[in-house]
C-alpha cells in the first residue's frame, strides 16, 4: 500500500522509498528524512483542500507531504508482535 | 587568520535550536550579508571565550542532509567540507541536534561526521527532552559517536555554557573521512537505530500538548477560522500602529523640510532639500513602521511554529497557481507592503517558488493605494446604494482588491505553464513542536530586518526620489509662465510625450504627467495631479470634485485599474532586485505588469466608453 492510500490514524510501517524517475531527489531526500524500512508511520492530519497535503508523524517528527510526495513510499500495515 | 582566532561553523538541521543558540553565543554582535554570488543570507558573529580566544561563528543554513536539494543547502555542504570559494575552511564543526528529535537529527550528525573534520555535538533543547522524560546516556552516546558531546538549552540565559567551555579548550581530532555512496547512506539509518537502541530510552513518540493544538490548528475548519482569526489581528495591528506611525514620519519629515526651508534662500538647492531629501528621507523612513510591525508578527508565528502549519492549510490552494503554501504568508503581507511582503520570501527555500512569489507580491493591494483608490472612488463613483445593501463606493474598493488577487493567480498560472523548468518541486516540510517565542531571537530578527531595509535600500530610493524631484523641477518656468512649474519641466515634456502611449487608455497629458513623480510613491499622484491641475489645498475632497469636471468616469476606471496593476513603485523594483541579485527580474516585473496593466485598462476604459 502506498502511504497517500493509508487513511488516517491508522498505525503502518514504512516499507521503502520508490524513485517516480531516474535519479529522484525527492526520494531521496524522503530516505534522508528517515522513510526507510521498519519505521512506523501514521497520517495524523490532512489538508482543508482535496486532503492535500497530508501530515505524516514518523518517529518524533512530523512532516507535511503533498499527496505525490506520499506516493513514493510504500507501507504495511503493523504486524502486532 | 590570528593565532587566537577560531573559526567554528554551526550546522544541524532545521528547527534544532540552531540560530536561537547563534543568538545566545553571539548576541547583537552579528553582521547579515549574502554569500558570494548567492541570495543566500550569511550570517556571522564573534565573541570572546574566557580564556581571550576570539570565537568566529558562522550559522549556516539548515539542512536534513549534506545531500543538498537547494542552494543553501548547498552552501552548507561547501563550507562543511571547505570548497566554498571565499570561505575559509572551519576550525570546527558545531554540529546541533534537538534532543526531542535524535532519531532524525543524529543521522545528520553521522553524515557531518563522515565528512573527516573535527565536530563536536551539541544536544540542543535538553530541557524540553528531561521534561518530556527523554533519558539520554550522554557518555555512552560520546563514546560510540567518537565526538564530544555537549549539552545546551540555547533558549536559557547560560544555556550555553558547557558549548562554550569546549570549544574553548582543545580542538577534538577529526574522525577518518568515509567514502559517501548509497550503500553506506542508507546504512546510516541502521547506526541512528543502533545509537538510539543503546543510548536513548523515551516514553512516548510525540508530545501531547502538540497532538492537543494540532487537532485544532489543522482541522479543516477551525484550522481555517484560527488563521483567519489571526490574519486578522496581523492587518488590525498593521493599521492600527504600523500605518499612523508611518503617516507621523512622512508629517514630522514635512514639517523639518519647511522648517529647514525657512532657513535657506528659495531657489533649487531649497526645493532640492525640501522636496528632494525631506520629502525622500520621508518614504523610505517612513516604511519602516509598517515593515517591523509586520515582521514582528512573521518572527513571532514562525518562532512559535504556527507558519509552518498555515502553510500546510493552504499549500493546496497555492499549488493550484503555481505555487507553494510557504507562499501565502508573503503574499499576505503584500497587502500591507510589498517590500516587507517580498523580503519575507527569504523563508522559502526553493529558488523557483520563491522567485514565483516575489514577482507576484507587487499585485496585492498594498496600503499605499489606499489613497489614489480613495480619491477617484470619492470624485467619480456615485455613493448609491447596490442590491439595497451596499455602497457602490464600496463594491469598487473591493473589486480592486479582488482585480489584484485575481491578477496575481492568472500570472502564477501563466508563469506554472510558461516556464521552462516544470519539474516537481517538493513540500516536505517538518511542522516543528510549537514552543513560546523567545524576546531575544525575535528582536534580533526584527533588528536584522529593519537594518537590511535602511542599509540596502535608502540609497537607491532617496537617489531616485531626487531624480523624480529633478525630473519635476527642471528646467524651471519662463518668466511669463501661466500654468504650474511642473508643466514646463522634464516631467512635463515626458507626460506630454506619454499621452501617445496612454492616450488609448484614456489618459490625458495631466495623468501621464503625474504618474512620474508617483513612481517614487504612489500615494503622491494625489498630490501630483494636485499640483497639475492647479488645485490649492489639501482637501481631498476639494480636488476630488476639481477632478470629477476634468475627465471622464472611463479614464477614472481605467486610471483605477491602472494603480492596481502597474510596476507603479520604484522601492518595490529596487527591493527585487537586492532580494533576487538580478536586474532581469527586475525587467521581468517591470514588463509583465506594466503589459497587464495597460491591457486591463485599455478594456476598462474602451467598455465603459462604449456603455456610457
Redesign the interface.
Known amino acids: 500500500m502506498r502511504l497517500s492510500d493509508l487513511p488516517k490514524g491508522t498505525p503502518a510501517v514504512v516499507d521503502g522509498v520508490h524513485d517516480?524517475h531516474v535519479d529522484d531527489?525527492?526520494a531521496?531526500?524522503?530516505?534522508?528524512?528517515?522513510f526507510?524500512d521498519g519505521e512506523p508511520v501514521r497520517v495524523?492530519?490532512?489538508?482543508?483542500?482535496?486532503g492535500?497535503?497530508v501530515?505524516i508523524?514518523i518517529?518524533?517528527?512530523?512532516?507535511?507531504?503533498?499527496r505525490?510526495?506520499a506516493a513514493r513510499v510504500s507501507v504495511r500495515s503493523e504486524i502486532v508482535a | 587568520m590570528s593565532a587566537s582566532t577560531l573559526r567554528i561553523a554551526l550546522v544541524g538541521n532545521p528547527n534544532c535550536g540552531k540560530t536561537a543558540l547563534f543568538n545566545q553565543l553571539t548576541g547583537g554582535r552579528q553582521k547579515v550579508a549574502n554569500y558570494a554570488g548567492v541570495t543566500v543570507e550569511r550570517k556571522e558573529g564573534r565573541f570572546t571565550a574566557p580564556s581571550g580566544r576570539v570565537l568566529q561563528i558562522l550559522d549556516l543554513p539548515g539542512t536534513y542532509s549534506l545531500e543538498a536539494n537547494s542552494p543553501d543547502e548547498q552552501i552548507t555542504r561547501d563550507v562543511c567540507a571547505g570548497q566554498f570559494p571565499g570561505e575559509a575552511v572551519p576550525d570546527l564543526i558545531v554540529c546541533v541536534a534537538d534532543a526531542t528529535n535524535l532519531r532524525l537529527h543524529l543521522r545528520f550528525v553521522l553524515e557531518v561526521k563522515r565528512l573527516g573534520r573535527p565536530v563536536v555535538l551539541a544536544l540542543n533543547m535538553m530541557d524540553t527532552a528531561r521534561h518530556r522524560g527523554i533519558v539520554i546516556d550522554v557518555p555512552e552516546l560520546q563514546r560510540r559517536l567518537g565526538l564530544p558531546v555537549v549539552e545546551t538549552v540555547a533558549v536559557k540565559r547560560g544555556g550555553a555554557r558547557a558549548l562554550i567551555e569546549r570549544v574553548d579548550g582543545e580542538v577534538p581530532l577529526a574522525a577518518p573521512v568515509q567514502a559517501d555512496d548509497a550503500a553506506s547512506r542508507s546504512d546510516l539509518h541502521g547506526q541512528v537505530r543502533e545509537l538510539l537502541a543503546a543510548t536513548v530510552t523515551m516514553p512516548r513518540t510525540t508530545a501531547a500538548l502538540d497532538d492537543a493544538l494540532d487537532r485544532w490548528a489543522l482541522h479543516p475548519v477551525f484550522g481555517l477560522a484560527i488563521l483567519a482569526v489571526v490574519m486578522f489581528l496581523v492587518f488590525q495591528a498593521v493599521y492600527a500602529a504600523g500605518k499612523p506611525m508611518s503617516d507621523l514620519i512622512g508629517g514630522a519629515f514635512g514639517w523639518m523640510g519647511e522648517h529647514v526651508a525657512v532657513l535657506m534662500p528659495a531657489g533649487p538647492l531649497q526645493s532640492l532639500v525640501v522636496n528632494g531629501l525631506f520629502g525622500g528621507l520621508g518614504t523610505v523612513i517612513g516604511f519602516l513602521p509598517v515593515i517591523l510591525v509586520l515582521f514582528l508578527f512573521i518572527l513571532t508565528l514562525e518562532e512559535s511554529g504556527y507558519l509552518p502549519r498555515a502553510a500546510f492549510l493552504l499549500d493546496r490552494l497555492m499549488l493550484s497557481v503555481g505555487l507553494t503554501g510557504r507562499s501565502f504568508i508573503p503574499l499576505l503581507s503584500s497587502f500591507a507592503c510589498a517590500i516587507p511582503g517580498i523580503m519575507g520570501t527569504r523563508s522559502i527555500q526553493d529558488p523557483r517558488d520563491r522567485l514565483a512569489t516575489i514577482l507576484i507580491a507587487p499585485l496585492m493591494t498594498c496600503s499605499a493605494r489606499l489613497p489614489v483608490y480613495a480619491l477617484l472612488i470619492g470624485a467619480f463613483i456615485p455613493m448609491h446604494k447596490v442590491f439595497g445593501i451596499f455602497n457602490l463606493q464600496g463594491v469598487v474598493l473591493f473589486a480592486l482588491y479582488l482585480a489584484g488577487i485575481l491578477g496575481a493567480m492568472a500570472v502564477g498560472w501563466v508563469m506554472k505553464h510558461i516556464r521552462r523548468d516544470k519539474s516537481e518541486h517538493a513540500l516536505l516540510m517538518e511542522l516543528p513542536s510549537y514552543r513560546m517565542p523567545k524576546l531575544r531571537d525575535v528582536a534580533i530578527g526584527l533588528y536584522e530586518r529593519g537594518a537590511i531595509f535602511m542599509k540596502r535600500l535608502t540609497g537607491v530610493i532617496l537617489g531616485l526620489t531626487v531624480l523624480m524631484w529633478f525630473l519635476s523641477t527642471f528646467p524651471g518656468p519662463p518668466a511669463d509662465a501661466t500654468g504650474p512649474a511642473i508643466n514646463y519641466s522634464f516631467a512635463g515634456y515626458l507626460g506630454r510625450g506619454l499621452q501617445y502611449i496612454f492616450a488609448p487608455i484614456g489618459f490625458n497629458w495631466q495623468i501621464s504627467l503625474a504618474l512620474i513623480p508617483a513612481f517614487a510613491a504612489r500615494e503622491t499622484a494625489v498630490a501630483a495631479l494636485a499640483t497639475v491641475y492647479l488645485v490649492g489645498g489639501d482637501a481631498a475632497g476639494g480636488l476630488g470634485h476639481a477632478l470629477a469636471g476634468q475627465f471622464s468616469l472611463a479614464s477614472a476606471l481605467s486610471l483605477l485599474v491602472w494603480f492596481a496593476y502597474a510596476p507603479q513603485c520604484m522601492s518595490t523594483l529596487a527591493i527585487i532586485r537586492r532580494e533576487t541579485n538580478s536586474w532581469r527580474n527586475v525587467v521581468i516585473s517591470f514588463g509583465y505588469m506594466f503589459a497587464l496593466a495597460y491591457t486591463a485598462s485599455f478594456i476598462v476604459y474602451q467598455v465603459t466608453r462604449m456603455l456610457t
Open positions: 517516480a531527489p525527492i531521496q531526500r524522503l530516505r534522508d528524512l528517515g526507510v495524523v492530519a490532512v489538508g482543508p483542500m482535496g492535500d497535503p501530515l508523524q518517529g518524533f517528527t512530523r512532516f507535511a507531504l503533498r505525490a510526495e
